[in-house]
C-alpha cells in the first residue's frame, strides 16, 4: 500500500487533431465495446514536460533541476569540456571512451545507439569528470586480430583496461541526478539495468467519454500569383480529426518521487505542485495551428489517499455518454465520473480527501471539497500531501 496523489479530469475539445497515428489520423480505441477517441499517454507526457522548460524560463526550475532526452550527450559534454578549453573534437572522443566504460556505445555520426533520459546535472558531472580524468581516459589499443576487429571489442577492451576508480566514478553519476521530470516518469538504460529509474508517476492514456467517428476536412490552397484566367486550386488534400470529451488521469507515488529525488523533500514537493499544475494546463500541439483547440479542463479532482492502491475511473465510461438534445456532454460525463467515484469509495473504502474544480453545473453528491480556482486546488492538495 502507498501514499498516492491522483488527479482526473473531464475536458472537452473542439474539432482537433492532437495525437496523430501512422497515418496522420487522430489515435483512437475500443473501449466498451465502441470506437473512442484517444490521446496517448506519451503525447500527455510530452506537453507537461514541455511546460516544465517554460517553467524554466520562467525561473520556477533551475536548469540542473530538469533532465534532457537526446542521443547526443557525447555533444553536450564537449560543449561543456570546450568551456574549460579543451579541443572540442578531443573531448567528444573522450566522451564516447569514458561513457564505454559503462557500456553506453556510439553509433553513427557520434550519437548514442538510443535516446538516453539524462539530468542535466548528470551531464555536467560526466563533462567535470572526464576533466579531471583527462589524461586516464585513452582509447584501447588496436587489435588486429579477426577477434579484435569492430568498434565494440575496441569499447570492450578499452573499459576493461581503464582505471578502476574512473569507472567507479563514471557509473556513480547516474543516479537521476535529482531531475524532477526523470523522478516523475522515470528512465531505462538497455545497456545499464541497474540505473534504471522507476517512474514515480503512471499516466493513462486520455479516452473519450463517448463513442466517435472520424471526420475528415477538405481543404484548398490557391496560388495568389497565378494569372487571373487559370481558374482552379494549386493543392487540395484531406486532414482528418474529431471533437471529443476526454476523460484524464495519472497518479503520483509520493514516497517514490522523494526517493528518486535522493530523499529531497522540498524538491519533491516543488516538481509534484508543477506536475499537477502542468497537468491541467498544458495540451498537445498536433495539428493546432490548424484547429487552435485550446480549451481547458471544466472539472478537475485531485485526490489525496494513504495507504490505498490506485483507482482509475475509467469505467465510468464503458458505457459511452449520450447525450440529448439541448444536454451538456461535459456535464454529463462530470455526472457520471462522480457516480463512480462514490461507488467505489462506498464499496472499497480507504483514506482520502480529494478537492474539486467544477466548473459545470453537475452536482458533487458528497464527492470531495470545491474549490473555486486552480491555484486553491494546487494549495489544499498539496497541504493534504504534507499533512
Request: aromatic share 8%; proline share 3%; hydrophobic share 40%.
Amino acid at each position: 500500500m502507498k501514499n498516492l496523489i491522483e488527479i482526473h479530469a473531464i475536458q472537452n475539445y473542439a474539432p482537433s487533431n492532437l495525437n496523430r497515428d501512422d497515418t496522420g489520423a487522430p489515435k483512437d480505441a475500443l473501449f466498451g465495446g465502441t470506437r473512442r477517441a484517444r490521446i496517448s499517454s506519451q503525447c500527455l507526457k510530452r506537453a507537461v514536460r514541455q511546460y516544465f522548460d517554460e517553467k524554466k524560463k520562467a525561473g520556477f526550475f533551475k536548469p540542473e533541476e530538469l533532465e534532457v532526452r537526446t542521443k547526443r550527450v557525447y555533444q553536450a559534454i564537449a560543449e561543456l569540456l570546450e568551456g574549460k578549453k579543451r579541443d572540442k573534437a578531443e573531448a567528444l572522443a573522450k566522451a564516447e571512451i569514458a561513457l564505454s566504460y559503462v557500456k553506453l556505445k556510439a553509433a553513427d555520426e557520434d550519437k548514442t545507439q538510443y535516446l538516453l533520459f539524462l539530468g542535466q546535472k548528470e551531464i555536467a558531472d560526466l563533462a567535470k569528470s572526464i576533466y579531471e580524468y583527462w589524461d586516464q581516459i585513452v582509447a584501447a589499443p588496436e587489435d588486429t586480430s579477426e577477434k579484435g576487429k569492430g568498434k565494440g571489442n575496441k569499447k570492450k577492451e578499452a573499459a576493461s583496461g581503464a582505471p578502476k576508480e574512473v569507472q567507479e566514478k563514471i557509473a556513480s553519476i547516474f543516479n537521476g541526478g535529482k531531475a524532477v521530470d526523470l523522478a516523475l516518469f522515470g528512465r531505462m538504460l538497455a545497456d545499464m539495468p541497474e540505473k534504471n529509474q522507476y517512474a514515480a508517476c503512471q499516466v493513462a492514456h486520455a479516452i473519450s467519454t463517448h463513442a466517435v467517428d472520424r471526420e475528415f476536412d477538405f481543404y484548398t490552397a490557391v496560388d495568389d500569383l497565378k494569372p487571373e484566367d487559370n481558374a482552379g486550386a494549386d493543392m487540395i488534400g484531406t486532414i482528418e480529426f474529431n471533437s471529443a470529451c476526454f476523460y484524464r488521469y495519472a497518479v503520483v507515488d509520493v514516497e517514490k518521487l522523494t526517493d528518486n529525488l535522493q530523499k529531497d523533500t522540498e524538491l519533491a514537493n516543488k516538481g509534484l505542485r508543477a506536475f499537477l499544475e502542468g497537468f491541467v494546463v498544458s495540451e498537445p500541439t498536433g495539428k493546432q495551428n490548424t484547429f487552435a483547440a485550446h480549451n481547458a479542463p471544466e472539472f478537475v479532482a485531485i485526490s489525496v489517499r494513504h495507504n490505498t492502491t490506485p483507482r482509475n475511473l475509467a469505467n465510468a465510461f464503458e458505457t459511452a455518454i449520450r447525450s440529448r438534445k439541448d444536454e451538456s456532454l461535459t456535464k454529463k460525463s462530470v455526472e457520471e465520473l462522480i457516480k463512480k467515484a462514490n461507488a467505489l469509495q462506498k464499496a472499497f473504502g480507504g483514506d482520502e480527501k480529494t478537492f474539486v474544480l467544477n466548473l459545470t453545473e453537475a452536482k458533487l453528491e458528497g464527492f470531495g471539497n470545491s474549490v473555486t480556482s486552480l491555484q486553491e486546488l494546487l494549495d489544499k492538495s498539496l497541504a493534504a500531501v504534507q499533512g
